[in-house]
């Protein structure tokens, strides 16, 4: 069963191409982990869903 991480940013545009080659990267050293990226308002109700093993904000950011 593959694990599931989820990269959170406010643009989205190059988060996004830091999950698709960080997954290929792990595929080729033999991990089945897949990364996403989405914006904070998808990336809000994916952690409400519980629907990733893990969570990364990029860039760093106050949730104040």
Known sequence: MSK???IICVGGMSSSMIAKKTTEELAKRG??????ALGVIEGEKMI?????D???V???????
Do not use: G, R, Y
């Open 4 to 6: 599931k991480a989820l």
């Open 54 to 56: 893990l969570f990364l």
């Open 58 to 64: 990029s860039p760093p950011m106050s949730l104040s």
């Open 48 to 52: 409400k869903d519980k629907a990733f």
């Open 31 to 36: 991990q089945d982990i897949v990364v996403d």
